[in-house]
Each structure stands twice: as C-alpha cells, then as structure tokens.
C-alpha cells in the first residue's frame, strides 16, 4: 500500500499549493528511501537523459516559441477588430467572432494563456460596451481561448503521444474533427441563445456607413489569410509526411518570424523576450516530468501500479467500466491541478490497462485531451478563469466568469460523451 499513500500524499501537497515538479520529486524521494534506501535512485540520471534525448518532446518548446512570437505580433487584436467588423453587425456576432479568432489563434499559437489575455484586453471590452451579458462575454472568451488544448498543433497531443507512444501526427489528424464540433457547438450555442434572449448579445450598430461590405471582408481576409497560411504548412507537413512533428515544429518557428516581419513587429529584443519566456516554460514543464519520472518510478517499484491495475480490471462494465472511472477521475482532479501533472502521473497508470482491456490507445489519448482541456476551464483553479480576471474590467466579478462557463464546460462533457458513444461518426474506434 505504499504506492497508493505516496499517491495520496501527493495530491494533498498538490491541494495544499506546493509546487507541482517539487512535489513528485519530494514524495518521490521520501517514499524511495524508507522502501528501498537511496540505491533505488541509481538509475535516476540514465531517465532524466532519456527525457532530454526525446525527440518528441522537441516539439514542445518548439511550438511554444511558435506561439509566443505570434502573441506578440499583435495577430489577435488584427483578427478581432476584422472579424468584429464583419460579424458585428449579427445579434452575438463580437461573441461568434471571439470563437472564431480563438480557433485561429489555437491552430497557430496555441499559448491558452496569450490568447485568453488578448482576447480579455480586446474583446471583452468591446462586448460589455454594446451590452453583451457579463456572463456570456466571460464565458465565450475563456472558452475559445482554451481551445489550442484540443486543436492542434496542441501541445497535450504531444505530450499524450510520448506518454502513450503513439504517433503525434496520428493524434493532430484524430483531433481535428472533436476541435470542430467543439467550435461548431460552441457557435450553435450563441446563436440558440440571441435566438431566445437576444438582449444578453444584441448586434452592434454600424459606425461607418461608408465602410462597403466588401471592404470588411477584404480586411477580414487579409488578416486571417497569413495565420491561416502558417496553419497549413505547419498541419500540412505533418499531414501529408512530409515532415514529422518535431520537424514542423521548427518550420512553424520560422513562420512565426517570417509573419512578425509581415506585421512590422520583428526585433532582436522580441526574439529574446521570446526565446526567454519560451525557456522558462519549457523549464516548467520538463521540471514536471523529471519529477513525474522520480514518482512513477518509485511508485511502480512498490507495486502500486499492479494493486491500482488489480482493482480497476475487476471494475463492473470491463471496458466501459473502466473508461467511465478514467474520465470522471481526470475531470474530477482537472479541478485541482494541471494538465501536465495529470499526464505525466494520472495517465501513464491508466494505458496498461485500457491496453490489456484492447481498446484503442488513439481514441483514448482523444478523450484525455478532450477532457483536460476542461481543467482550464473548472473552478477553483483554472487557469482560463484566472487569467481573464487578472484583465477584466472591476465591474466583471469572479462570480460572474464562474457562471459564464459552465454552459461551454458543458458542451465540452457533450462532445467528450459523443466521442465515448459513437466514436466512428469522428473517424475512430473504440477498439482494435
């Protein structure tokens, strides 16, 4: 039972705000003396070498770079102010907009944090000011903005592809069509709502009359097309073969520079705040997973993955059973810590056995992705709602963005159930 306490211990730790990388490292190294003495950790440094060799995980900060440097061409606020102009004019046309930048922005950024926070300073503003509902403003920004967890180039899938050794490129082609029913639920859903209650979005009245419409739609394309450029070479390569992930990942760095030239934004200073914000992401993230291999490591030699294994073979419904269990304990602990400490700890205990039980590990890896990207989502701690908080005008209280996302983290659970019942309308099975 020392596997399941130390498990235990670390989630309290986690609940208590400790941090997240020392945490798995600390209980790690406690838990691997008093079972074994220090000798357990002989091979520590042979893991954290193979951890840096991964050429998988190259992409990561890679593809963050990516995202930093679009985040700081002013790509969002050109995207929002031309899609304002040309869907302004419908009832809840600023918050079909806000969607449709935020799945533009999640193709090409993918930084949830960027795209919440340009979003928040840009739209939010301009929403309250025609009288969009606080709540429905709130919710669509921080809904679209988590949007890049799910489609790709989204850097779960990367995760989830190392984790599980599948193919990254396999799971960025499954999870393009869950990213566009999500997108497509998510407008379905402003348009049901002005339908019925049009005073929470109502159309904003033209301010210049002179301005053509085909103007507007010029403007709109000229600043989608550049994005949507870098999209489809970037997917494209991977797509099509020519280039693995890790590859794209640095194609789409050179992109981002070329389109910061494009928009007048380059300098030598940007691409160092850039590379610096980059490296101290990355840094996170890899100090998570070092730590992460310290736990799983002494957490298997206790035996605690074959008693977990034991217990949730003998669940009631098999397979069912046991995809039932695995989503609702990733929904229920997305709650309270990150995505990251979830598929380094939570998942790699989970794939032997949804393995063993024969089901897909593709389609598995999908509902992963789709259901952690509800953790930025779920109070207390998402990220999304803090982050919007942190720029939001006084009079939007927390209250007000709590409530503002439960109708989009309940489209999230239908399109996570759609793809549990019929995964075959979205070009997967349940099993091999």
Not at 52 to 61: C, E, I, R
Not at 90 to 95: D, Q
Not at 129 to 138: F, G, M, N, S, V
Request: aromatic share 12%; net charge negative.
């Amino acid at each position: 039972m020392i596997g399941m306490i130390m498990f235990g211990a670390a989630l309290v730790m986690l609940m208590l705000g400790f941090p997240v990388a020392f945490t798995f490292g600390g209980v790690a190294l406690f838990f691997g003396i008093y079972a074994e003495g220090m000798d357990l950790f002989a091979f520590m440094p042979f893991r954290i070498m193979s951890v840096m060799q991964n050429t998988v995980l190259m992409a990561v900060p890679l593809f963050i770079f990516m995202g930093v440097v679009l985040q700081r061409t002013r790509l969002a606020e050109q995207l929002l102010t031309s899609m304002g102009r040309l869907f302004g004019g419908l009832p809840g046309g600023l918050a079909i907009s806000t969607i449709l930048v935020g799945a533009l922005l999640a193709a090409s950024t993918g930084v949830v944090g960027a795209s919440v926070v340009a979003m928040g300073l840009i739209s939010l503003p301009v929403m309250l000011a025609h009288k969009y509902d606080k709540r429905l403003a709130t919710g669509t920004i921080c809904a679209s903005g988590t949007l890049g967890q799910i489609v790709p180039p989204s850097i779960i899938l990367i995760i989830l592809g190392d984790v599980l050794g599948l193919p990254v490129g396999d799971l960025f082609k499954a999870a393009v069509m869950p990213g566009v029913v999500l997108i497509g639920l998510y407008i379905a859903y402003i348009l049901i709502m002005t339908r019925f209650k049009p005073e929470t979005a109502p159309a904003m009245p033209k301010e210049d009359e002179g301005n053509s419409r085909g103007k507007e739609i010029l403007d709109a394309l000229l600043a989608i097309i550049p994005p949507l450029a870098l999209i489809v070479v970037v997917l494209g390569s991977i797509f099509t073969g020519i280039a693995t992930p890790t590859e794209s990942s640095a194609l789409g760095g050179v992109g981002a520079v070329v389109l910061a030239i494009i928009y007048r934004q380059f300098s030598f200073k940007m691409v160092w705040d850039a590379s610096k914000d980059t490296v101290k992401v990355t840094a996170m993230v890899f100090a998570i997973l070092i730590g992460a291999t310290a736990f799983s490591m002494v957490f298997s030699y206790t035996g605690g993955d074959y008693l977990l294994e034991d217990w949730l073979m003998m669940l009631p419904g098999e397979q069912w059973g046991f995809i039932i269990l695995a989503m609702l304990v990733i929904l229920v602990l997305g709650f309270f810590i990150d995505f990251v400490e979830i598929s380094f700890i939570i998942v790699p205990i989970l794939a032997p056995v949804a393995e063993s039980m024969g089901i897909n590990m593709l389609w598995f890896a999908i509902l992963i992705a789709m259901n952690l990207q509800t953790s930025f989502l779920t109070p207390p701690f998402g990220f999304s709602l803090f982050y919007l908080k942190g720029v939001a005008p006084p009079e939007v209280r927390t209250l007000d963005i709590y409530k503002g996302i439960i109708p989009f983290i309940l489209l999230q659970i239908l399109v996570l159930a759609l793809i549990v019942i019929f995964p075959e309308w979205f070009g997967m099975s349940a099993t091999y």
